[in-house]
């Protein structure tokens, strides 16, 4: 093992090659979240933990395993945020902004669980948050998949992946419900694994959620939620899906992706792909039309989604798109007067095609190996500025794809209208 201090498990670093393929996915996440009409929040990493605590639910994996919660200097209990929804609603209400009508918000920044470790789950990952307060649906419900289906889109995703959909009805439906689910769980106490057998206490609805081979099996013939649902339940439900068959996206319906918490209801979606193995869920969303009020404000319907951003790169990876950025020129020239020479060219140039990346090779390199670097930059073409290109107010230009294109020399004026043709063919 190194002797230097070495990154946190979990929580990855960002290479210089990798960065591109970020900014592609930031840059069309935001451009799509814009399109939608929806508006940036940003809250701090760190929260009182008592927020968490209480919104999430004590009985979620994330309160019970996975929260990094520490105290400060203060003595109070803080913790860095696991998800954006529980920060975003406090905002909306100590911001006074839950009652002034329908808000369209995202966030996008760094999320902490303590897991364990593995391809496409990490301790610190990076999430979209979007959320949407103050419509009953189900038309919004339909808004924010469209978006979420937006997003695939703008990504160029290519990797199929599946909206899973289901309803939680109400919570008149989901107290029913639950209440039988525990008295038939109840017969089979003693036959369920220890996270089920304890949660039949704190969070019963959880245990549908189970891994569990023989849990699982003992649920498949608990009562379903489905045969729960009231008139209102089933009328929303049957929006969505309306909406999604006229809107020509497809769907499966799942029965058994639930949420744990009381204060979800009606419509809950996931985005699955079979290519990333158990960490298959892109995105995962749903209303949580009860939230508002449990936090101490008015009742205000809400819905929204969570998607994170490395199981996306990792698609994308896997589509084999160019990590690396390509430069567009790449500037070899020899140290000294000639050096500054093309520094000054170099910057003329950058002011004049503002979207280009032009290197310039700086250190003292040979031409050899000047051009050894230029070629691996992925520039189509070098500009080279030698002792004589110097004195002479000149450059050559070198097409670097092509062996059998002569080289050029030009005066150093002709050499924009040079970049000029190229830029426009
Ligand atoms: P999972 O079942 O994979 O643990 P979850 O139900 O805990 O997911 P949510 O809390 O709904 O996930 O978060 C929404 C999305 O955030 C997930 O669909 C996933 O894309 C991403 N995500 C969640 N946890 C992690 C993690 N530890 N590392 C990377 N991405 C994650
Ligand atoms: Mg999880």
Redesign the pocket.
């Known amino acids: 093992m190194a002797d230097y201090i070495q990154a946190i498990r979990g929580m990855n670093d960002v290479l210089p090659h990798e960065s591109a393929l970020w900014h592609q996915v930031e840059n069309s996440i935001r451009q799509t979240v814009h399109s939608f009409g929806y508006d940036e929040i940003r809250t701090p990493l760190l929260e009182k933990t008592e927020l968490f605590k209480r919104n999430i639910g004590e009985a979620t994996d994330i309160v019970e395993k996975e929260m990094y919660v520490f105290n400060d200097r203060n003595g109070d209990s803080l913790a860095l945020r696991p998800?954006g929804t529980a920060s975003a609603v406090r905002l909306g209400l100590e911001h006074g902004l839950l009652t002034q009508g329908v808000q369209r918000w995202w966030y996008m920044g760094p999320m902490y669980?303590h897991?364990r470790p593995q391809k496409?789950?990490?301790r610190q990952?990076y999430?979209l948050g979007v959320e949407a307060f103050g419509v009953m649906g189900p038309d919004i419900d339909l808004e924010i998949i469209l978006l979420s289906q937006a997003l695939w889109h703008n990504l160029s995703l290519q990797a199929p992946l599946v909206l899973q959909i289901n309803t939680l009805g109400t919570s008149v439906g989901r107290r029913a419900h639950k209440e039988k689910l525990v008295e038939y769980l109840n017969q089979y106490r003693h036959e369920l694994d220890e996270d089920s057998q304890r949660r039949l206490q704190t969070n019963p609805l959880r245990i549908l959620d189970s891994k569990e081979e023989q849990t699982q099996k003992i649920i498949s013939d608990a009562p379903k939620l489905s045969d729960y649902l009231d008139d209102e339940a089933k009328a929303h439900f049957d929006g969505v899906c309306t909406g999604l068959n006229a809107l020509g996206i497809a769907y499966q319906i799942n029965p058994a992706l639930v949420r744990g918490l009381d204060y979800y209801t009606h419509t809950v979606f996931e985005w699955v792909t079979s290519e990333l193995g158990a960490?298959g869920?892109?995105?995962?969303g749903g209303r949580y039309d009860g939230l508002v009020e449990q936090m101490g404000g008015k009742s205000v319907p809400a819905i929204g989604f969570?998607?994170?951003l490395?199981?996306i790169l990792l698609l994308l990876q896997l589509q084999q798109q160019n990590l690396s950025q390509s430069a567009d020129l790449y500037v070899v020239s020899t140290p000294g007067a000639a050096r500054l020479y093309a520094l000054e060219v170099t910057r003329s140039i950058r002011l004049q095609f503002k979207d280009w990346r032009v290197l310039t090779d700086c250190g003292d390199s040979s031409f050899k190996n000047q051009f050894k670097k230029a070629d691996k930059s992925g520039a189509k073409w070098a500009v080279i500025i030698g002792e004589e290109e110097c004195a002479g107010k000149s450059v050559t230009i070198k097409h670097l794809r092509d062996e059998q294109a002569a080289q050029a020399k030009m005066p150093t004026t002709e050499l924009f209208v040079f970049l000029e043709k190229l830029r426009s063919c």
């Open positions: 998800e669980r897991e496409g789950r990490y990952f999430q960490q869920t892109v995105c995962a969570a998607m994170g490395e199981r």
